[in-house]
């Protein structure tokens, strides 16, 4: 069994920056081999993908929302999954979540193949 705990949301303004972490705990020798993802949902609309890392942690997909902002890294010694966020923008507001054992390549953001998932970590961006 795979548990995910979120960290490190809060407030920030307009072009501000934060950082977020999931810890996971369960079977080291399973988590390596999952491909790992965040996502978010903002109030009233669907669950989306933002970024997702293979298992090395050398090949990594964005949304297109937040190319270029947002960087999603993993810590496979100590079982820590990251995303840094920076020039973050009012509709970056959402609750984020941590995904494990996310789909491979391509299909990446799609959450219907989520194996496990985070109980999310509030963000919000206002001025």
């Known amino acids: 069994q795979v548990h995910l705990v979120e960290s490190g949301g809060g407030s920030a303004q307009p072009g501000g920056s934060l950082t977020l972490s999931c810890v996971v705990s369960?079977?080291?020798?399973?988590?390596?081999?999952?491909?790992m993802g965040w996502f978010r949902q903002a109030p009233g609309k669907e669950r989306e993908g933002v970024a997702a890392?293979?298992?090395?942690?050398?090949?990594?997909y964005y949304a297109d929302s937040v190319k270029g902002r947002f960087t999603i890294s993993r810590d496979n010694a100590k079982k820590i999954l990251y995303l840094q966020m920076n020039s973050l923008k009012s509709d970056d507001t959402a609750m984020y979540y941590c995904a494990a054992d996310t789909a491979r390549g391509g299909s990446w953001y799609l959450r219907e193949f989520v194996g496990y998932w985070g109980q999310g970590t509030q963000v919000t961006v206002s001025s």
């Open positions: 890392i293979n298992s090395d942690g050398d090949t990594t």
């Open positions: 369960g079977p080291g020798s399973i988590y390596v081999n999952y491909w």
